[in-house]
């Protein structure tokens, strides 16, 4: 196959001169692998980006999609519907944790946590609380590129070019990642429920009532999989009921059986009121993002004249009907073949592999939860990241996919993954980092 002319795609979140000069091309993919565009295979230990969670090439989804687009390309959703809009909802809202009811679509994680965001205080402001517009987020957490996520999240380097302008009345409480205390853990670890009292401070400083909501990610998968402690996800639903405050999970990583349930709310057993998904939504066949709003929530806004628009947001593709039919397929799958809970029956295995990794050269944690896992690096001396990138062009060059953040690989690979996959996986991995300089 012929390499494409590279100069004209200013590529996202890459080292766009190092890619050009050294290009990794990926030229069609089925089940748990890619091939590249010399045709080898790559095993894909990471979903793509954490999205393709029914694995690659379905036909079925392609089937919907071509089949829709040749009924209904397009429908606007401002004012019109569409039929596989309303069956997309309300497919979606079955599975749902009980009382969410309601889902307002957008065409990304990024588009569905600053959705969630304005839901919130416009949520507070339908109630006569128009004084709470305070949001809360936290160190390390990832919640898109929009500036609404920018400025709830907590990546340094997602924020310092932009900081001059990012939303003002925001606060962070701070991650729960302890090396000295919760290192090479498996599953929950047991410290760091505490922190989530910072939020009690934040409350005594500000005032609860002038704090809309506290968003996080049950499980923070783009800074290094931050897996929560016992007890804080309950301790955060506990503090923002007590004040009156929203509480929003980012599922955008955890949703659509990450964690071995649907959603990291039934994981968990912690009920947020807003949560957002886009990854697995439809199997990353066709972009799409949805917020999830409990009944109560988008009741509220159900008020005044009934000709008046109650919410003043969307976007000209919410709903899209090649989505939606891609989404509708997606978890026709999801249900036959039982994906959204098939984790726990490799989930031992998945353990095993990621914790296989401690005691390698370099390797100064590892932790894992559900299908998700994390390899952390030592840091070369005044170039961090570069040993983590090395790891993955070294991957690649052996046959696997990861992704790596800062000096951590993070590993999430689709659901249907076997246990010879897993196997392969750290197998190569093992020769990778054992040659790692």
């Known amino acids: 196959m012929t390499t494409p002319d590279l100069s004209s795609w200013w590529m996202p979140f890459t080292a766009n001169r190092n890619f050009k000069a050294n290009p990794r091309m990926l030229a069609r993919a089925s089940g748990m692998h890619y091939w590249t565009d010399d045709g080898r295979e790559i095993l894909d230990g990471t979903a793509g980006l954490w999205c393709v969670n029914a694995g690659h090439g379905r036909e079925e989804i392609a089937r919907a999609v071509g089949e829709q687009a040749s009924m209904l390309d397009f429908a606007p959703s401002f004012q019109f519907g569409h039929p596989i809009g309303f069956e997309f909802a309300t497919r979606l809202t079955r599975i749902a944790p009980e009382g969410f009811g309601k889902v307002f679509f957008?065409?990304?994680?990024?588009?569905?946590?600053?959705?969630?965001?304005?839901?919130?205080l416009a949520y507070h402001r339908a109630r006569g609380q128009a004084q709470r517009t305070r949001l809360i987020g936290r160190e390390r957490g990832y919640h898109g590129v929009g500036f609404g996520?920018?400025?709830?999240?907590?990546?340094?380097?997602?924020?310092?070019?932009?900081?001059?302008?990012?939303?003002g009345a925001v606060d962070h409480l701070?991650?729960?990642?302890?090396?000295?205390?919760?290192?090479?853990?498996?599953?929950?670890?047991?410290?760091?429920?505490?922190?989530?009292?910072?939020?009690?401070?934040?409350?005594?400083?500000?005032?609860?009532?002038?704090?809309?909501?506290?968003?996080?990610?049950p499980v923070a998968g783009?800074?290094?999989?931050?897996?929560?402690?016992?007890?804080?996800?309950?301790?955060?639903?506990?503090?923002?009921?007590?004040?009156g405050i929203l509480l929003i999970f980012d599922e955008v990583i955890t949703g659509f059986g990450r964690l071995g349930a649907p959603f990291a709310t039934d994981y968990f057993g912690v009920s947020p009121d807003l949560f957002t998904t886009a990854k697995g939504l439809t199997n990353a066949t066709v972009p799409m993002g949805a917020v999830f709003?409990?009944?109560?929530?988008?009741?509220?806004?159900?008020?005044?004249?009934?000709?008046?628009?109650?919410?003043?947001?969307?976007?000209?593709?919410?709903?899209?009907?090649?989505?939606?039919?891609?989404?509708?397929a997606t978890l026709d799958i999801y249900e036959r073949e039982q994906l959204l809970t098939r984790v726990g029956t490799v989930a031992e295995a998945w353990a095993d592999g990621v914790h296989s990794m401690r005691g390698l050269p370099n390797v100064i944690d590892t932790r894992n939860?559900?299908?998700?896992?994390?390899?952390?690096?030592a840091p070369r001396a005044g170039a961090p990241g570069a040993r983590a990138f090395d790891a993955m062009v070294?991957?690649?060059?052996?046959?696997?996919?990861?992704?790596?953040?800062?000096?951590?690989i993070a590993l999430s690979p689709p659901l249907i993954i076997e246990p010879s996959h897993i196997d392969r996986l750290f197998t190569t991995l093992r020769t990778v980092l054992s040659r790692l300089a």
């Open 106 to 120: 957008t065409n990304s994680g990024s588009e569905a946590v600053d959705t969630a965001l304005k839901i919130a």
């Open 149 to 167: 996520g920018i400025s709830v999240g907590g990546i340094v380097n997602n924020r310092r070019a932009f900081s001059g302008n990012l939303l």
């Open 293 to 328: 709003a409990k009944n109560e929530i988008h009741d509220a806004f159900m008020q005044g004249p009934e000709h008046l628009i109650e919410l003043f947001h969307g976007y000209t593709y919410s709903g899209h009907p090649l989505a939606c039919a891609a989404g509708i």
């Open 174 to 217: 701070p991650h729960t990642h302890n090396p000295e205390h919760n290192a090479w853990s498996r599953g929950q670890p047991a410290w760091g429920a505490h922190l989530a009292d910072e939020l009690e401070r934040l409350v005594t400083l500000h005032g609860a009532e002038t704090i809309a909501a506290v968003i996080v990610e």
């Open 222 to 243: 783009s800074t290094g999989v931050l897996v929560p402690p016992k007890g804080y996800l309950e301790r955060l639903r506990e503090l923002c009921t007590r004040h």
């Open 369 to 377: 939860i559900g299908l998700i896992g994390a390899i952390e690096l």
């Open 394 to 408: 070294s991957a690649f060059e052996a046959g696997l996919m990861i992704r790596v953040t800062g000096d951590i």
